[in-house]
C-alpha cells in the first residue's frame, strides 16, 4: 500500500469520512493531476472510490490494462466500468458496502454535472445501499500542499530547467523583437533543456503592456530601454516550474531602478521574514508592507505567490486573506510586482521549499539586483 494511500485514509477518519470519491464519471481529464497523485494513473479518465479497507480505481475498457499496471502497485484494485453509468456506479457501490456510510466527493476535482450524476444514481438505490454524499473537505489537496523527497527532486529539475531556458533566452534577446518571438525562443529552450513543455503560456510584456499582470504576448517589437516582464515556466514529469523577471534591454532609467528597488526589497523581506506556522495572510504583509510604505500600495492587486506542483497554482495561497497555514515541505512563489497603468511593471518571482522553518530558493536564473543598474 502506498504512503499517499495510508495518509489519505488517515484524514479520511479524523474527518469522519468513511468513504472518499475522486472525480465522477464521465468527466474526462477533470482531477487527471489528483488522480495521478494518489494513484499513479497517467490516462485521462477514471474514477477513484476509497473507502477504510479497499482503493478502487474504475476504468472504462481503453484504461483497464492501464490502470492495472499503474495502480496496482499503489494498493489499488481495478473495477471495469462497463456499461450504463448508474448501473457500474450501483455496482461499484455495493462491492465496497457504502450502504449507510457516508460517502465524500472531491470539490475541485467533480463538476455541477458530475455530482448531479452520483447524487442521482444514490438516490435510485434501495435506501439500505445508500450513501449519504457530502462534500469531501480538501484532503488530498492539503496533502499535496506538502511534498515529498521524490516531488522535491522533480520540482528542482523543473525549476533548472527553467532558469536555464531563461538564461539563454536573455542571450538571444534584443530590441526588434517581437513579445511572441520571445516566447516562442523560451518554449524551445525549455525543450532543449530537458522539459516536456513549458508549464503555462508564457507572458512577455514590454512597455505599458507589463502593467498587465497576465498580459498574452503580441507581435509587437520589445523596445530599447523599456521594461520588459517575463513570466515563465517548465513541465518536467508533470511537476511545474514558475518564474519571472523584470529586465530592460538597454538602460535602465531612474524610475525604473526606483520601482525596481522596491519590488527587489519586498521580494527579499519575505523570503527573510516568513517563517513555518504562519498564514498565508502575514506571509504577504512582509512585501506587501515595503510597497505600500513606499506609496506604490495600490499598484500591487494580487498575492504575494501560489503552490506549485503538478499545477501550477495549487495550495497553500499567499494573499491579503490567506488563511493557509504554511508547514515545512511546501513549495511555493514568492512574486510581488508594481502595476502602473501608461508605464509597465515589474515582477519577480522566485520558487521556495520551506525548510526547518525557513523559505530556501530554489531558482537561480539571472536576476538584476539593485547594485547592478548602470549608472
Not at 469520512?17 to 479518465?45: K, N, Q, W
Not at 490494462?65 to 462497463?82: H, L, M, T
Not at 462491492?95 to 448531479?116: H, Q, R
Not at 522533480?154 to 511572441?180: C, I, K, W, Y
Amino acid at each position: 500500500m502506498s504512503e499517499r494511500l495510508t495518509r489519505i485514509r488517515a484524514a479520511m477518519a479524523e474527518k469522519t469520512l468513511d468513504a472518499l470519491m475522486i472525480s465522477a464519471p464521465g468527466e474526462e481529464h477533470l482531477g487527471a493531476d489528483t488522480r495521478y497523485y494518489v494513484a499513479g494513473f497517467t490516462g485521462s479518465a477514471g474514477v477513484i472510490l476509497i473507502t477504510a479497507t479497499r482503493a478502487f480505481f474504475a476504468a472504462d475498457f481503453r484504461y483497464v490494462a492501464q490502470a492495472g499496471i499503474e495502480c496496482v502497485p499503489r494498493g489499488f484494485e481495478v473495477f471495469e466500468s462497463r456499461g450504463n453509468r448508474a448501473e457500474w456506479l450501483r455496482t461499484l457501490f455495493a462491492e465496497a458496502g457504502l450502504g449507510g456510510k457516508t460517502l465524500g466527493l472531491t470539490k475541485l476535482d467533480t463538476t455541477y454535472g458530475g455530482y448531479l450524476s452520483v447524487a442521482e444514481t444514490i438516490a435510485g438505490l434501495p435506501a439500505s445501499e445508500r450513501p449519504t454524499l457530502v462534500p469531501a473537505p480538501p484532503i488530498v489537496e492539503g496533502l499535496r500542499a506538502q511534498k515529498d523527497p521524490e516531488e522535491v527532486v522533480l520540482l528542482q529539475r523543473a525549476v533548472n530547467v527553467s532558469d536555464l531556458a531563461f538564461a539563454e533566452l536573455l542571450d538571444a534577446l534584443h530590441p526588434g523583437m517581437t513579445e511572441r518571438q520571445a516566447a516562442d525562443i523560451f518554449r524551445k529552450n525549455v525543450q532543449m533543456s530537458g522539459g516536456d513543455d513549458i508549464s503555462f503560456d508564457t507572458i512577455v510584456a514590454t512597455g505599458p503592456h507589463g502593467a498587465m499582470p497576465h498580459a498574452q504576448p503580441r507581435d509587437v517589437v520589445i523596445e530599447q530601454n523599456q521594461p520588459l516582464v517575463v513570466d515563465m515556466g517548465a513541465r518536467v514529469q508533470r511537476y511545474c516550474s514558475d518564474l519571472t523577471r523584470t529586465v530592460v534591454p538597454g538602460r535602465a532609467d531612474a524610475r525604473f531602478r526606483e520601482i525596481y528597488s522596491i519590488v527587489h526589497s519586498a521580494q527579499r523581506a519575505a523570503i527573510e521574514g516568513i517563517e513555518t506556522g504562519m498564514t498565508g495572510q502575514q506571509a504577504d504583509a512582509f512585501a506587501r508592507d515595503q510597497i505600500t510604505k513606499a506609496g506604490y500600495g495600490e499598484q500591487f492587486g494580487h498575492g504575494l505567490g501560489h503552490g506549485i506542483g503538478l499545477q501550477v497554482h495549487e495550495a497553500p495561497h499567499l494573499g491579503v486573506t490567506s488563511p493557509d497555514v504554511l508547514l515545512d515541505g511546501m513549495v511555493f512563489t514568492i512574486e510581488p510586482g508594481i502595476y502602473i497603468p501608461g508605464w509597465g511593471g515589474v515582477r519577480i518571482e522566485d520558487i521556495v521549499i520551506l525548510e526547518n522553518g525557513k523559505p530556501r530558493v530554489l531558482s537561480h536564473a539571472p536576476k538584476l539586483t539593485p547594485q547592478e543598474f548602470e549608472s
